[in-house]
């Protein structure tokens, strides 16, 4: 595989209402971080793995993992409501200024799915490479189901769907954004032709809560994403 095709960017901003400092809480004894850089460096595709954070405390724990964090990102791009494709396009500007490196594709690697494999990255840029899709995302392969989404009205829940309509629907399950860098031209981060990437129920935790650190350390223990 051709190098300097694929720059893997992992977003981890220091804040978090949910779960303080998520990015750095313990999985299986390393920060939650290390697990996305560990995969990300052991998957043949990916050419540079670049940390974007504004979190002097996260910038150390990557560094020592062996990603590069050649920057801190700035206050205006590390609030609750930033647009993930702006800190996207905030890493690959950096490098193409700083550095003149541009890159064809980009990957974005989010620290709170740790169950995503260097073998689940490889093979989606495989897919979205030797395709004509513009980008690729990684779906659960449990689809959901028309019946299965409720929706909250005065107090109470009722179906968003009539019970005729038996559509399935494809969750994104966060673990994997990919994409040709021409895309972020257009401030997007997924083009007109998506390519799903399915993984398993068992792979697609994405980190929110409390309970779901237990349940990743609950599958990791069962070799899940090993």
Request: charged residues 25%; proline residues 8%; hydrophobic residues 40%.
């Amino acid at each position: 595989m051709s190098n300097s095709l694929l720059l893997a960017v992992i977003p981890a901003r220091g804040g978090s209402k949910r779960l303080p400092l998520k990015n750095l809480r313990l999985l299986a004894g390393k920060p939650l971080i290390c697990h996305t850089i560990e995969a990300a460096r052991k998957a043949p595709a990916v050419s540079r793995v670049l940390v974007s954070t504004d979190d002097p405390r996260i910038r150390e724990v990557s560094l020592a993992a062996g990603a590069e964090v050649p920057f801190l990102r700035p206050a205006e791009l590390a609030g609750d409501h930033t647009a993930m494709v702006d800190v996207i396009i905030h890493a690959v500007a950096y490098l193409a200024e700083k550095e003149n490196q541009i890159f064809p594709y980009f990957a974005v690697l989010q620290p709170t799915s740790p169950l995503r494999t260097a073998e689940d990255i490889d093979r989606a840029f495989a897919l979205l490479r030797d395709s004509p899709a513009d980008s690729l995302v990684s779906v659960s392969a449990r689809p959901l189901r028309s019946e299965e989404i409720y929706r909250r009205k005065e107090g109470f829940i009722e179906p968003s769907f009539s019970p005729a309509d038996r559509q399935c629907f494809l969750r994104l399950n966060g673990a994997l954004y990919m994409g040709k860098t021409s895309l972020l031209k257009e401030r997007r981060l997924l083009g007109d032709a998506v390519l799903p990437y399915p993984m398993p129920e068992s792979r697609s935790l994405d980190i929110d809560y409390p309970e779901d650190l237990e349940l990743a350390r609950i599958l990791l223990k069962g070799g899940i994403g090993q």
